[in-house]
């Protein structure tokens, strides 16, 4: 039953991203119609579509047309255009990896001139 919850989610996601352009409120029904799916079987959101809702009014987020998403203090602040609400998430991983991938890269060339 979950896996089949899962599946229907995903399909769900999908229309709503390729019908926002058209009926951005059918897209919203449809998002709005995964959450409560994910809510009645006790699921995640799939992660790749976990940061395209608006946490307060549920509405599906598309960059560029109802959600704005910046970059500020270490965090993607995405503001959704409909309610208002800001919703933060910290990058502070991607700045790890990129500061260790520079760190490794020079210590490499050095280690190459001598």
Not at 14 to 39: C, D, Q, V, W
Not at 46 to 53: A, E, K
Not at 55 to 71: T, V
Request: proline share 4%.
């Amino acid at each position: 039953m979950i896996k089949i919850a899962l599946e229907r989610m995903e399909i769900l996601l999908h229309l709503a991203n390729g019908e926002f352009a058209l009926h951005p409120e059918r897209s919203h029904r449809y998002a709005e119609m995964a959450l409560k799916i994910a809510t009645k079987y006790n699921l995640k959101i799939p992660s790749s579509w976990r940061g395209r809702f608006c946490r307060n009014c549920h509405k599906f987020l598309k960059p560029g047309s109802n959600c704005q998403i910046r970059l500020y203090d270490s965090m993607v602040h995405t503001k959704c255009l409909e309610c208002g609400e800001i919703m933060r998430k910290p990058y502070i991983e991607e700045k790890k990896a990129k500061r260790r991938n520079k760190i490794e890269s020079s210590t490499f060339q050095e280690g190459t001139d001598a």
